[in-house]
């Protein structure tokens, strides 16, 4: 089981760093994936994190403003958020691939749980 933790309230232009970390397991072996879902929305993903710390966007919006990285002394993946915008308010999970590679498309993945909320309002 994923916990994603880190979320909160920002003003435009702010920071939140978000982390995900695994309960009795590691996530060492593991592609993760940062994805969200805002109120009436489809889910989407946003990030992904190889095992080999290669990074996949899969939105365009945030290139230049989101990034992704994994400490696996830590057991655990952050999403940095910088320059947040309202439109990337939302709730947003991880999840695990049960691969080493991230895909080309999005898929949520395993073990996300109930995610953290980040708002982006003035």
């Known amino acids: 089981q994923l916990q994603a933790s880190g979320g909160g309230l920002v003003q435009p232009g702010g920071s939140l760093r978000l982390s995900c970390t695994a309960s009795?397991?590691?996530?060492?072996?593991?592609?993760i994936n940062w994805f969200r879902q805002a109120p009436g929305k489809e889910r989407e993903g946003v990030l992904c994190i190889s095992t080999t710390e290669r990074a996949t966007y899969y939105r365009h919006s945030v290139k230049g403003r989101f990034t992704i990285s994994r400490d696996n002394t830590k057991n655990t993946v952050y999403l940095q958020m910088n320059n947040l915008k309202p439109e990337d308010t939302a709730v947003y999970y991880c999840g695990a691939l049960g691969r080493s590679q991230c895909g080309t498309y999005f898929a949520p993945g395993t073990g996300w749980g109930q995610g953290t909320l980040v708002t982006v309002s003035s």
């Open positions: 009795g397991s590691t996530l060492d072996d593991y592609s």
